[in-house]
Nanobody, 126 residues
Framework: QLQLVESGGGLVQPGGSLRLSCAAS????????IGWFRQAPGKEREGVSC????????NYADSVKGRFTISRDNAKNTVYLQMNSLKPEDTAVYYC???????????????????WGQGTQVTVSS
């Protein structure tokens, strides 16, 4: 069974940090670009960051540039999202998604992705 599982969410104070993980089971991520998306209550899902199959290309939403870092460890079949300087507006359910894409690129449009995780809640509040 092909599955993506996010972990690492939680409650953090403004200015704090969290590291999200996206672990794949049932398939290898070697041929997949990975995207991180988030959805806050009452808002549309938005792309946060993405990384190419080999980690050579990364993209970020303007709202998280300089604060979030995406990385991957294909040996561990896992992708990470390091989130620093968190703000209350970062509060959302965060999802990772996988797209078969063996090219030096990644995309942040969710409809193109093949597999999705179940999401992990991130709450930034004092």
């Amino acid at each position: 069974q092909l599955q993506l599982v996010e972990s690492g969410g939680g409650l953090v104070q403004p200015g704090g940090s969290l590291r999200l993980s996206c672990a794949a089971s049932g398939f290898t991520l070697d041929y997949y670009a990975i995207g991180w998306f988030r959805q806050a209550p009452g808002k549309e899902r938005e792309g946060v960051s993405c990384i190419s199959f080999d980690g050579g290309i990364t993209n970020y939403a303007d709202s998280v540039k300089g604060r979030f870092t995406i990385s991957r460890d294909n040996a561990k079949n896992t992708v990470y999202l390091q989130m620093n300087s968190l703000k209350p507006e970062d509060t959302a359910v965060y999802y990772c998604a996988a797209l078969v894409l063996v090219q030096a690129m990644c995309v942040m449009t969710g409809y193109e992705y093949d597999y999705w995780g179940q999401g992990t809640q991130v709450t930034v509040s004092s």
